[in-house]
């Protein structure tokens, strides 16, 4: 019974298939989260407003989650997006949790963890862009005679 479950496993065991599950779920979110707030611009900006934002910065935020949430689906430098994603979700949930309380914010805090979750466990194979080496996921590889070294520093 043991060789089953094991061959089982191994075929569910698919890091990159996972990631790009994962990626896509979130991106998602975000890209019709953004949406939203573009198709409904005044009461976006009227809702930042009374937080103490300027309209532009509304208009900022609509864009960044529609473009960073098409970013994560497809694969196109998921790992900067993603930490930019999830600054973004962490300074939500602290200005919100003031008027919601935690249970308000939970997913502004499920949103974060997944988007640091991407910016540490790299893109996976499933990438239009992803910026990372296949050898060793360092964003700025530097490749002599086939092994990876860090970047020299300035």
Do not use: H
């Amino acid at each position: 019974m043991q060789p089953y479950i094991n061959t089982i496993s191994r075929f569910f065991y698919n890091r990159s298939l996972g990631l790009l599950l994962i990626r896509v779920a979130a991106g998602s979110i975000f890209l019709l989260s953004g949406w939203s707030k573009l198709a409904d611009m005044s009461g976006t900006i009227t809702a930042f407003d009374g937080y103490g934002f300027s309209p532009l910065f509304a208009v900022l935020i609509a864009w960044f989650e529609v473009l960073g949430g098409l970013s994560l689906i497809l694969g196109i430098a998921p790992r900067p997006v993603a930490g930019l994603l999830g600054i973004e979700m962490l300074a939500a949930a602290l200005l919100l949790n003031g008027a919601r309380g935690f249970a308000g914010v939970q997913l502004e805090l499920l949103l974060a963890a997944v988007a640091f979750g991407i910016m540490l466990l790299g893109s996976g194979k499933y990438a239009l862009y992803k910026m990372e080496c296949n050898t060793c996921n360092g964003l700025f590889c530097i490749k002599k005679n086939r092994v990876c070294v860090m970047a020299p520093t300035v």
